[in-house]
């Protein structure tokens, strides 16, 4: 997706917009951003994780609002969303938060030998960020990185195993089933649309 599409006016009146709503909802704006028909919007608390319900009240007042001053061009589908585990890095503000977080990268230059750049962001300035790479020949230097030469960049959830029980028995041997016994257990919830 282009910077323009990141920052065009659709974008900016949409923050316009939504800027005030999410105030009054103890929320923050996280990004931004249009195109092929897609207007995505991502919310987030700096208390903790956005909710459904939250998600679900501000998807029903941004789309009031943007039904009512009608500037979007053509049809559109517009997404509420929170940042998720895994969150895109677009703003000097994203890279502030992910400080002393795993991430990976993608630079602009298809020509530089280590394109993809995967570590710990040390530091984010205003112009560039610091990164200590987990993998590859600068792994464990500090290495800097410009915004302007990011083409891509997302934090990365580390899945740690849960620590073992201490004397935990063993499990009894498995019975053998007949071929009616079900390997899955389902439940179904109908929800009414808000």
Request: proline letters at 7%; a negative charge; charged letters at 30%.
């Amino acid at each position: 997706m282009s910077d323009e599409d990141r920052s065009g006016p659709v974008v900016e009146r949409t923050r316009a917009i939504v800027m005030p709503i999410l105030n009054d909802l103890g929320l923050e704006l996280y990004d931004c951003e249009f195109g092929g028909g897609v207007l995505r919007v991502t919310v987030d608390k700096p208390s903790g994780a956005v909710d459904l319900d939250e998600i679900a009240l501000v998807t029903r007042l941004v789309s009031r609002d943007l039904d009512h001053d009608d500037f979007v061009p053509g049809r559109y589908t517009l997404e509420v969303s929170s940042p998720g585990l895994e969150r895109h890095l677009r703003e000097p503000k994203h890279f502030r938060w992910a400080v002393g977080r795993d991430v990976v990268i993608r630079l602009r230059d298809v020509s530089a030998a280590e394109r993809r750049l995967a570590g710990r962001v040390a530091t984010a300035g205003d112009d560039a960020i610091e990164v200590i790479p987990s993998e590859g020949p600068n792994r464990g230097a500090t290495v800097q990185v410009a915004y302007g030469d990011i083409d891509r960049a997302r934090t990365v959830f580390v899945w740690a195993a849960a620590p073992k029980p201490t004397g935990a028995k063993p499990k009894p041997a498995a019975s053998p089933r007949s071929s009616s016994d079900s390997d899955t257990t389902s439940q179904t919830q109908e929800v009414a649309a808000p």
